[in-house]
């Protein structure tokens, strides 16, 4: 236990998402996830799928396509190690 009743210390980072679609309010964290399934999302559309959701204004497809290409370059370079493959 940690002074003043703490039990960790969380990331402040970790704390907060950012929300990323308005229209259905998708944060970062949401795609992220999205982009964990077993059989990841290949396309915008199917991210706004895996959520429940369809594109309206589709202002945020950029932004997801970027988050998306973020999360699986990430997970195609851990390949389960927990290290940068080479
Ligand atoms: S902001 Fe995502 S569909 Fe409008």
Redo the contacts with the bound molecule.
Sequence with gaps: MLPGGLSSIKSPVRDYFMIV????V?SDHDVRTACQAEAPPRSTGQVYGCLGCS??????ARTIRQIMDEALDAAAACNGCGRPST
């Design positions: 679609c308005s229209c259905n998708l594109a309206q204004c589709g202002r945020c």
